[in-house]
C-alpha cells in the first residue's frame, strides 16, 4: 500500500468551496451573459455582472481551472457544455436545478448533522413550513421547481425513450410529471404514443405551455390529481420518476399499488431515480440524494433496485427488471 | 468532440453534498469512535454517535461510496487513510481544519456571491468582529486553531525539510509559526538546525508544549511579537507559510520588506502555500483558496509564483526561484 497522505480527505472536506463557486456563477447569470455578448476580458465580464474588483478574476480563473469556463488571450468564454446547459435563454438550460441548490439546498445542508441526530427534515419545514405546500403555493417557485425537474430529467428521459419497448404500449402517463418532460421525449420519438402527465391542478398550466411548445397538444393530456387522495388515470404504462424517493415506506408501497390497479393487465411500471447499487458502495450520488431526502422531507428516502423490486412483487407485479438509463440514474421495470 | 453532458455540471454543483457529508461525520467523532471501538454494525456505529435511526445506514454507506469508509460483512471501520488523519486520538490528527470548515466556513461561503459583490469579507467580520482578534482572545479558538494550521502544514513541512538546502544555513525562525510544525520538522531532520518561532503572545504556550513534546526546547525558542508593529527577529532562515495570503498587496509587500531587513545577507526567505500556477489554470484550490480569503479577510488573496517573485525582487530579494512541494502547495524562496 503506498503511504497514506490527506489529500483526497482535504480536497472532499474543502469540496464545497468548487461547489458553491458554480452555483454563485450560475446565481450571478455568468454563463448567460458570456453566451450573449461573446468572449469577454475580466474587467468586462466583472463590469456585466456587477462584481467588485478585488476576487472577480480569482473567480473567473477558479471556473476556468473547474473547467466551467475557457480562458483564451485573456479572454473568457463558456465551455461547450455550459453554454449548452447553463445560458438560461437556450431549452437545454438545466441551471433551475443549481438555482435551487444555490438558493436552498446549500445553506439548509449546513444542518445535516442536526438532520441525523433528530431524523428531521431542515428546510422550510423547522419553520412550520411544507416544502410541496410552499412549492405548490407560489407560482413563481412552483415554475421555478418545475424546470429545475424538467431540467435533471431531460437526460434520462431521452434513454428511456430509445430503451423501453414503446413498441409494446400506446399510451404513458407520468405520475408527478411537472412540466411532462418524460412523455414529451416519449411521445416526439414514438408517434404511435399518447397519453399525458398527472400532478397536482397548479401545474396544469406549466404542463400545457410546455406540452404546446413541442407541438403535441393533441397527444400529451394533463390529469389534476393528488396522487394519495385520488386513483391514478389509466394508461398501458405509468412513470414514476423522483416520485417514490420523497415518501415513506408505506407511502411508496401505497403508491405502488395504486399504480397496479391503474394499469392494464400486461401494462408496466417505470420508475427511475438515482436507483443505489444494491450493494450500496458505488452510487454516490444516489446515497447522498437520500440524505437530501432527509434534508427535504419527513420520512423520504432513496433505496436500491432490489428494494423497489421487492415492493413491487409485494403489491402484484410479476416481472420486474432493473435498467441502467444515464450516470447516477436507473430504472426499475414492473409488469402486471 | 464527444456529446456535450450535463455529468460534471451536476456533480459539482451537488459536491456540497459529499464535502458536508465528510464534515458531519468529523463533526460526529465517527472516525474516532471507530479507532476506538474496531469495526462496528450500522446499529451499533449509530448508537455510538447518537445518531437518529431515519438516515444513519445511508450516512455511512455514502461515507463507503465516498472512499472514507470501508464495510465488510456489514461491518464499519475506517480506511488507513481516515484511520490516521481523522482519529482526534491520534497526533497525525487533521480534523481541526475540518472542523473548522464545518462550524464556520460551510455557513460562510453560502454568503460567497454577497463578498463577490461587495469585495467585503462574510465571515466573523460582517458583524463587527475581526477572525484574528476573536481566535487569538478566545484560548479553546486559538488552540484549535493552531492544530489546524499544524495539520495544514505538516504534509508541506515534511517535504520541505528534505528540500531546501539547510546544510547552508544554521538558523531558522517560521514567522507566524502557530505551534511550530515547521521548525519542529527541519530541526528533527537537521541536527544542526536551531532557530524558532515568531507569533503573537497568546501562542507561546502552545508552542512550546509542542516543541516540549518533540524534546527540541533547547534548539528552538519562541519569540513574541506582532509582524506589523515589530522588528522580525534575526535568522538565517525566515519561512512565511499562509501568512502572505491573508494580507492585502501593500501589507505583502511590507512583509517581504521586513523579512529582507531581518536577514543577513546569504539569507533566504521561503514563503509557502497554496501558490497559484503562473497561467492561472491549473492550481484549482490556491484559486479557491484566494475566494476563501475574500471570505475571511478584508484584503487578502492568493498569487502566483511570478506575482511573489516580482514581489521579492522589489523588496530588494537576489535570487528567487518557486520549486513545488506537495498537492497544491509550492514554496517560493527569496535569496537576499
Same mark, same amino acid.
Given at each position: 500500500?503506498?503511504?497514506?497522505?490527506?489529500?483526497?480527505?482535504?480536497?472532499?472536506?474543502?469540496?464545497?468551496?468548487?461547489?458553491?463557486?458554480?452555483?454563485?456563477?450560475?446565481?450571478?447569470?455568468?454563463?448567460?451573459?458570456?453566451?450573449?455578448?461573446?468572449?469577454?476580458?475580466?474587467?468586462?465580464?466583472?463590469?456585466?455582472?456587477?462584481?467588485?474588483?478585488?476576487?472577480?478574476?480569482?473567480?473567473?480563473?477558479?471556473?476556468?481551472?473547474?473547467?466551467?469556463?475557457?480562458?483564451?488571450?485573456?479572454?473568457?468564454? #463558456?465551455?461547450?457544455?455550459?453554454?449548452?446547459?447553463?445560458?438560461? #435563454?437556450?431549452?437545454?438550460?438545466?441551471?433551475?436545478?443549481?438555482?435551487?441548490?444555490?438558493?436552498?439546498?446549500?445553506?439548509?445542508?449546513?444542518?445535516?448533522?442536526?438532520?441525523?441526530?433528530?431524523?428531521?427534515?431542515?428546510?422550510?419545514?423547522?419553520?412550520?413550513?411544507?416544502?410541496?405546500?410552499?412549492?405548490?403555493s407560489d407560482p413563481?417557485? $412552483?415554475r421555478g421547481f418545475?424546470?429545475?425537474?424538467?431540467?435533471?430529467?431531460?437526460?434520462?428521459?431521452?434513454?428511456?425513450?430509445?430503451?423501453?419497448?414503446?413498441?409494446?404500449?400506446?399510451?404513458?402517463? /407520468?405520475?408527478?410529471?411537472?412540466?411532462?418532460?418524460?412523455?414529451?421525449?416519449?411521445?416526439?420519438?414514438?408517434?404511435?404514443?399518447? +397519453?399525458?402527465g398527472f400532478d397536482?391542478?397548479?401545474?396544469?398550466? $406549466?404542463?400545457?405551455?410546455?406540452?404546446?411548445?413541442?407541438?403535441?397538444?393533441?397527444?400529451?393530456?394533463?390529469?389534476?390529481?393528488?396522487?394519495?387522495? =385520488?386513483?391514478?388515470?389509466?394508461? /398501458?404504462?405509468?412513470?414514476?420518476?423522483?416520485?417514490?424517493?420523497?415518501?415513506?415506506? =408505506?407511502?411508496?408501497?401505497?403508491?405502488?399499488?395504486?399504480?397496479?390497479?391503474?394499469?392494464?393487465?400486461?401494462?408496466?411500471?417505470?420508475?427511475?431515480?438515482?436507483?443505489?447499487?444494491?450493494?450500496?458502495?458505488?452510487?454516490?450520488?444516489?446515497?447522498?440524494?437520500?440524505? #437530501?431526502?432527509?434534508?427535504?422531507?419527513?420520512? +423520504?428516502?432513496?433505496?436500491?433496485?432490489? /428494494?423497489?423490486?421487492?415492493?413491487?412483487?409485494?403489491?402484484?407485479?410479476?416481472?420486474?427488471?432493473?435498467?441502467?438509463?444515464?450516470?447516477?440514474?436507473?430504472?426499475?421495470?414492473?409488469?402486471?
Amino acid at each position: 500500500m503506498a503511504h497514506p497522505t490527506p489529500d483526497a480527505i482535504l480536497q472532499l472536506g474543502t469540496g464545497f468551496w468548487a461547489s458553491k463557486t458554480l452555483l454563485s456563477a450560475v446565481e450571478l447569470g455568468l454563463f448567460t451573459e458570456l453566451a450573449a455578448a461573446g468572449p469577454l476580458d475580466a474587467e468586462e465580464l466583472r463590469e456585466k455582472l456587477g462584481l467588485h474588483e478585488r476576487s472577480a478574476r480569482d473567480f473567473f480563473d477558479a471556473l476556468v481551472a473547474l473547467q466551467m469556463l475557457e480562458r483564451e488571450d485573456g479572454r473568457y468564454r #463558456n465551455t461547450p457544455e455550459t453554454d449548452l446547459f447553463l445560458d438560461r #435563454n437556450k431549452p437545454s438550460y438545466q441551471g433551475g436545478l443549481l438555482e435551487m441548490l444555490n438558493a436552498r439546498l446549500f445553506g439548509f445542508w449546513n444542518n445535516l448533522t442536526e438532520g441525523l441526530r433528530t431524523g428531521d427534515p431542515q428546510n422550510e419545514a423547522k419553520a412550520g413550513g411544507n416544502l410541496f405546500e410552499a412549492v405548490y403555493s407560489d407560482p413563481g417557485l $412552483l415554475r421555478g421547481f418545475a424546470r429545475a425537474m424538467t431540467a435533471s430529467s431531460m437526460g434520462p428521459a431521452m434513454v428511456m425513450a430509445q430503451a423501453f419497448p414503446w413498441d409494446r404500449y400506446k399510451t404513458v402517463i /407520468d405520475v408527478g410529471c411537472a412540466e411532462g418532460c418524460l412523455p414529451v421525449q416519449v411521445a416526439q420519438a414514438h408517434a404511435h404514443m399518447g +397519453g399525458g402527465g398527472f400532478d397536482l391542478e397548479p401545474i396544469r398550466p $406549466l404542463f400545457d405551455d410546455y406540452v404546446a411548445a413541442a407541438g403535441l397538444q393533441d397527444r400529451l393530456t394533463f390529469h389534476a390529481g393528488d396522487f394519495f387522495a =385520488d386513483d391514478l388515470p389509466h394508461a /398501458d404504462v405509468l412513470v414514476m420518476g423522483r416520485i417514490l424517493h420523497d415518501w415513506d415506506l =408505506d407511502e411508496k408501497r401505497q403508491l405502488l399499488e395504486k399504480a397496479y390497479t391503474a394499469l392494464p393487465d400486461g401494462g408496466a411500471l417505470i420508475v427511475y431515480e438515482a436507483i443505489i447499487d444494491d450493494d450500496r458502495r458505488e452510487n454516490v450520488f444516489g446515497l447522498l440524494m437520500s440524505l #437530501n431526502m432527509l434534508i427535504e422531507t419527513p420520512g +423520504g428516502f432513496d433505496y436500491t433496485g432490489a /428494494d423497489c423490486q421487492g415492493w413491487m412483487r409485494d403489491a402484484g407485479f410479476g416481472e420486474t427488471y432493473v435498467q441502467h438509463l444515464l450516470g447516477p440514474t436507473s430504472m426499475v421495470v414492473g409488469i402486471k
